[in-house]
């Protein structure tokens, strides 16, 4: 399997493992994180972004729209193995708190 194809792989999985996870949960993802994934998913998918920034009345759309910018022209390949990294780092954070939690339970 070439490089490109296993970061294709790892990154389909990490999409997979987000989109089956149930909208409440005893996780609550911060707007940070879910728009971190969020733009690391666009750049991966979509590529660049190019569109134009939204309105002052459309206030998530433009969360989005910037949190999609910020990575500027970084490559598909490069966001995919990000987005990969960062449930890695996210799913670690979680482990941690939960031992922490049960710790002090
Ligand atoms: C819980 C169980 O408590 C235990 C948790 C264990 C912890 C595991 C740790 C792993 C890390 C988790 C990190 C969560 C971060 C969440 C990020 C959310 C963005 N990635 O197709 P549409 C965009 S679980 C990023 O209509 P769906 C898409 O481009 C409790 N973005 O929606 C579109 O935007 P636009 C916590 C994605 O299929 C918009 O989303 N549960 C992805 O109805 C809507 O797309 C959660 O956090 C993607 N993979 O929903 C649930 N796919 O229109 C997390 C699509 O601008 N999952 N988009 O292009 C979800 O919220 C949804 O499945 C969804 C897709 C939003 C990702």
């Given at each position: 399997?070439?490089?490109?194809?296993?970061c294709?792989?790892?990154?389909?999985?990490?999409?997979?493992v987000?989109?089956?996870?149930?909208?409440?949960?005893?996780y609550?993802?911060?707007?940070?994180?879910?728009?971190?994934?969020?733009?690391?998913?666009?750049?991966?998918?979509?590529?660049p972004?190019?569109?134009?920034?939204?309105g002052?009345?459309?206030?998530?759309?433009?969360y989005?729209?910037?949190?999609?910018?910020?990575?500027?022209?970084?490559?598909?390949?490069?966001?995919m193995?990000?987005?990969?990294?960062?449930i890695?780092?996210?799913?670690?954070e979680?482990i941690?708190t939960?031992?922490?939690?049960?710790?002090?339970?």
């Amino acid at each position: 399997m070439s490089e490109i194809e296993d970061c294709l792989r790892r990154f389909q999985a990490a999409v997979d493992v987000i989109q089956s996870l149930p909208k409440n949960g005893s996780y609550r993802p911060s707007y940070e994180v879910m728009l971190r994934f969020y733009g690391l998913y666009k750049q991966a998918i979509c590529g660049p972004c190019t569109a134009s920034r939204p309105g002052f009345w459309d206030p998530v759309g433009r969360y989005k729209w910037d949190a999609w910018n910020q990575f500027g022209d970084m490559s598909r390949e490069s966001a995919m193995a990000a987005y990969v990294d960062e449930i890695k780092k996210v799913a670690q954070e979680v482990i941690d708190t939960m031992q922490i939690n049960e710790k002090t339970a």
